[in-house]
Nanobody
Framework: VQLQASGGGLVQAGGSLRLSCAASGASGTSSSIRNMAWYRQGSEEERELVATIGMDGTSNYDDSVKGRFIISRDNAKNTVYLQMNSLKPEDTAVYLC?????????????WGKGTQVTVSS
């Protein structure tokens, strides 16, 4: 499975961006993607979880983005989205998408290369 993220860029504080991440190579019910998520990593910082969404649409958010970010997915397209509103300079980071699948042999995790989001004050 390969994940391709897009949608990052430079935006002023208070603005919005929409990130997309499409997964390819995961076709068929038996190999369906279970969870998808967005992480972010700022310079000199550890990777942190931003939001997750399950196959049934159940979502969870880090407290720092609740009420501002919305995660969604299109299972038919194996694509996850992150609508980011009311952006703050502290949201500046590389945003990486994540997906996993479960087989009898275990859990397999996949990471995209990330897309840069820069929020200017």
């Amino acid at each position: 499975v390969q994940l391709q993220a897009s949608g990052g860029g430079l935006v002023q504080a208070g603005g919005s961006l929409r990130l997309s991440c499409a997964a390819s190579g995961a076709s068929g019910t038996s190999s369906s993607i279970r969870n998808m998520a967005w992480y972010r990593q700022g310079s000199e910082e550890e990777r942190e979880l931003v939001a997750t969404i399950g196959m049934d649409g159940t979502s969870n958010y880090d407290d720092s983005v609740k009420g501002r970010f919305i995660i969604s997915r299109d299972n038919a397209k194996n694509t996850v989205y992150l609508q980011m509103n009311s952006l703050k300079p502290e949201d500046t980071a590389v945003y990486l998408c994540f997906a996993d699948r479960f087989f009898m042999s275990g859990r397999y995790q996949y990471w995209g290369k990330g897309t840069q989001v820069t929020v200017s004050s």
